[in-house]
Every structure is written in structure tokens, then in C-alpha cells.
């Protein structure tokens, strides 16, 4: 390989790892120290070719130069958004909550849900920024707002009524969870259970003096509630206590979605379903990266007309 | 020209990686926040409204009363601090009402049959809601019951107020509201 093509080939894999954030926002490697040390020694070519060509003689390496300039700027950027730029966030709150999300400038404001929206799982997120006008981020959807990529990814939730033995219906409580009034559980804890890593929140029904424990069994962990009847469905376990933390009688048992259940006393009718979480991520600035791709085109122009003009100069790349 | 062309992509190309640095060392704000912290740091916000039923079992909610200055109370039957603090309510609504007070109690996750034993039981004649699914306690950020807020006349939260109130401290929060011309 000639110094001539190696340049540009390490030029267009490290542009490549640099727009790779922007098609994988989430994934957690563009923060540690060896996707910067990877664009680092692709950089390094670049920049020696670059210094090669800072007396261009016109045509091929003028071209060249431009595209190299570019494809440093981009370089940067995406240096700039894995090292300095804050590891990806995933933020979910309640619904009918409020994040504010400072690095954004700007705060995300969670729909209400009642069981039905929670088993359709189709409730967007919207954003309300300190300059623009609201963004709306539908489920799956992703939005770019300044250097930072939002996506709205769905998470386990489920909506629960509890009632008492006469049918009466009851508060529901999360005095463990930021949002105290909420029947929605969006299952924050991880427990082992039967080997398995489950989904697990927590509740309370005041006026029964009831704490209730909540594991989720999805679908593919449903074997292990076989017994129960629960095999290929999924499901919650509940655990009710006593107002001091002790298991009743009766009190542990399996429910699944839009099924109640008796327990200690309370009557639980699970909904299960989806509701939107938030994940923040770090992307190469866009005004800079605008401009590195500008040049590396500006670049490839310059040196394809110079071909055309058949001066007898090499393209440039 | 070449030359000049060179420069102008360095120039460019610097300047652009140092607003890359100076765009991301500026980011400052940190993770985002918790959104807690309780219904005090709804003041100044608009006060969201849900559609629940009241107790005539009649489409309600806080937007209805938009004109008033209102006192949302968020409430259960099960919670004694609620229970104590009822007379002081009831007894605002009566003396203040003709001053453009309204008193709306809202009870969290209860049935309606439970909400209206409840107003019975306290010779309540303000205004209840009965809101099954808890949006506005989990809107109004409440941390625990009862949770207060005051509402100006133009849907703005005045003031979020978590636990038992006094009737002095509602008149100290409700004064100058009702004082100020309409």
C-alpha cells in the first residue's frame, strides 16, 4: 500500500467509527479509552499526510489536503463526543412526571398512562426545551437535539389496581419510588430468583396496611412458573406483607396480565405492558461535522474536476 | 490559488475542532434530575388537569374552576392527617367562597362509594373528584398525603404545601390571593 492510499483509507475508517455513534448512539464503547486510542492511530496518518501536503502545488494534493482537513475535523468531533461527551442516560420516571435533563437544556415531560395505555405501550415523550418549540419523540422514534441523540426505548411496566375483599378500590402507594402516587410499576430493582435475573418493584396499600413485592416473568422466563399455570405467558409474582415486612398466609401468588388475584387479603389486577423510557446519548457535535463533510466533499470535487481538467495530476482520492 | 485554498480548509478545519471542544467542555449540567423533590417545586408551573368523575359520578376536573383561585387538596380515606385536616377546609370553603375560593378536594385511587362515605361522614359540601388512577398526585409530585396546592385564578400553581395544613396557615397562603383584585 503506497503512503498515498493509506492516509485516506485510515481517513475513511475513522470517519466511519465517528458516524457509527449517530447509526449505535447506546452503545457504551465510544466512551472508554480504546475507541479514542482506535481514532487516534487512524488520525495519526492522516495528520502526517496532511503536514506532507501543506504546500500544495495544486491540483491532486490540494484536493487531497482539503478532504484530510476534513476528515479530521470529523475525527475530532467524534474524539470530542466519546471522551468528553456524558456516557449514555436512561431516564424513566413515572407517568405523568417531569425529567429535567440539564446537559439537554431542556425537560422531558412523561404522558400520564392508565392501564389501558400501558398495554398498548404506544405513549410517546415530549420535550420542552429553553429555546424551540416542543419535540414530540414517539416510541422507537429518535430525536437529535443539539450533540445529544434521544430515543425513546419501551420498558417493562404494569399498571395495578388493588382492591379490598368488598371490591372497594384502593390507593396504591410507591413509598420507595420517587413518585409516591403511582399505580404504574416500572420494575427499577433486578432480584435472582430461580436462577433468573427478573424485573422487581415494590407497593403499598395504605389502607389495608398491606406492602406488597412485584417480580416480573416475561414470556421466556415463564418455565419457571410452570406449576402455576403461567407457562408461556407472562406474568407477576406477588409477595404481600404485613404493614411490618412479614409474609401473611396466602399472601405469595402468580398473576398474569388483565387476571386478578387474591393475596393476603387484596385483590390484584395487573395490566402488563410498556411504558417509555429515555436514552440520552453523545453524538459528534453536528455544526462541526457539517463541516468536516463539507470538506472531505469539497475535497473529492476539487480533485475530480482536476481530473476532468486533464492536468495530469492523480485524483486526490 | 491552491495555496490560498489550503489555508482557508486549515483555518476552517481549527476552528472547527475548537468549537468542538468548546461545545462539549461547556456541557456542564450533569445527569438528569430526579424530577422529585415534591409539590414546592411546582410553583409557577400551569396546573395540569385530568378528567375524572365527581361524586355525582358527572365528568370533573381542576380545569372546570379555571377563574377561581383554588385550593386543590389531594386526599385518602385511610389517611388520618386528611381526616384532621378536613374541618379546617370546609370551613375555609364557607367563610371564602364568595370571595372566588373554591376548595377541591381530589381523593387518590379510592372508589367513588369510599370518597362519598367519606364527604358524608365529614359534612363536607365542597367539591370532590374522584380520581381512581392518581394522575393528579402523581402530576402534582405528591411525596405523601395529604398534599395542597393553591391555584391563582389563571391556572397557575401559587404554591405546593406537602402534609396537614392549619387553617392559619391556609389563610397566610391564601391571603394576598384573595385580597389582590381580580
Known amino acids: 500500500m503506497t503512503g498515498l492510499g493509506f492516509a485516506p483509507l485510515c481517513a475513511l475508517a475513522a470517519v466511519a467509527l465517528v458516524l457509527a455513534q449517530y447509526a449505535f448512539p447506546r452503545w457504551p464503547g465510544y466512551h472508554v479509552w480504546q475507541y479514542a486510542a482506535a481514532l487516534a492511530l487512524l488520525a495519526a496518518p492522516v495528520i502526517g499526510r496532511a503536514f506532507d501536503l501543506r504546500r500544495p502545488s495544486g491540483g491532486a494534493s490540494t484536493s487531497m489536503l482539503v478532504a484530510l482537513l476534513g476528515a479530521l475535523v470529523i475525527i475530532a468531533t467524534g474524539l470530542g463526543s466519546g471522551l468528553l461527551g456524558p456516557d449514555t442516560e436512561i431516564v424513566q420516571r413515572a407517568p405523568g412526571t417531569v425529567a429535567p435533563l440539564p446537559d439537554v437544556g431542556a425537560a422531558a415531560f412523561f404522558p400520564n398512562a392508565n392501564a389501558q395505555d400501558v398495554a398498548r405501550g404506544d405513549e410517546g415523550v415530549v420535550l420542552r426545551r429553553r429555546s424551540g418549540p416542543p419535540l414530540a419523540i414517539a416510541p422507537g422514534g429518535r430525536r437529535l437535539v443539539g450533540a445529544t441523540e434521544l430515543e425513546l426505548v419501551p420498558r417493562i411496566a404494569a399498571y395495578v389496581e388493588a382492591r379490598d375483599a368488598r371490591g372497594e378500590r384502593l390507593t396504591v402507594t410507591q413509598p420507595t419510588n420517587p413518585s409516591f402516587l403511582s399505580p404504574v410499576l416500572l420494575f427499577p430493582q433486578r432480584v435472582d430468583i430461580a436462577g433468573k435475573s427478573l424485573p422487581a418493584d415494590a407497593f403499598a396499600t395504605p389502607a389495608l396496611r398491606r406492602q406488597i413485592k412485584a417480580f416480573y416473568f416475561s414470556k421466556a422466563d415463564s418455565d419457571v412458573a410452570r406449576a402455576h399455570g403461567m407457562a408461556g405467558f407472562a406474568s407477576i409474582l406477588f409477595a404481600v406483607d404485613d404493614e411490618g415486612g412479614r409474609p401473611l398466609p396466602g399472601g405469595i401468588g402468580f398473576a398474569r396480565g388483565g387476571t386478578a388475584v387474591e393475596l393476603g387479603g387484596v385483590r390484584l389486577l395487573p395490566t402488563i405492558g410498556t411504558y417509555p423510557a429515555l436514552a440520552i446519548s453523545a453524538v459528534p457535535y453536528p455544526p462541526a461535522l457539517a463541516l468536516g463533510g463539507l470538506l472531505v466533499l469539497g475535497g473529492i470535487g476539487l480533485g475530480f474536476s482536476a481530473s476532468l481538467g486533464g492536468r495530469g495530476t492523480r485524483p486526490g482520492l | ?182
Open chain 2, 1 to 182: 490559488m491552491p495555496r490560498l485554498v489550503g489555508v482557508v480548509a486549515a483555518v476552517l478545519a481549527v476552528l472547527s475542532i475548537a468549537f468542538t471542544l468548546k461545545f462539549y467542555l461547556a456541557q456542564t449540567g450533569g445527569p438528569a434530575g430526579e424530577g422529585g423533590g415534591g409539590p414546592a417545586m411546582l410553583a409557577g408551573a400551569p396546573a395540569q388537569s385530568y378528567p375524572v368523575k365527581n361524586l355525582a359520578g358527572a365528568e370533573d376536573g381542576l380545569e372546570r374552576y379555571r377563574g377561581h383561585i383554588v385550593l386543590v387538596n389531594l386526599w385518602a380515606s385511610w389517611c388520618a392527617p386528611c381526616r384532621s385536616e378536613t374541618p379546617a377546609l370546609e370551613q375555609l370553603y364557607e367563610r371564602d367562597r364568595g370571595k372566588g375560593l373554591v376548595v377541591l378536594g381530589i381523593d387518590q385511587g379510592e372508589s367513588a362509594r369510599v370518597a362519598a362515605g367519606f364527604a358524608t361522614e365529614m359534612k363536607l359540601r365542597y367539591p370532590i373528584l374522584v380520581d381512581e388512577d392518581q394522575q393528579y398526585g402523581r402530576a402534582y409530585a405528591a411525596i405523601g398525603l395529604p398534599t395542597s396546592l393553591i391555584v391563582d385564578r389563571n391556572g397557575r400553581i401559587v404554591r405546593g404545601i406537602d402534609g396537614e395544613l392549619s387553617l392559619a396557615q391556609m389563610n397566610e397562603a391564601l391571603d394576598p390571593l384573595l385580597r389582590a383584585p381580580e
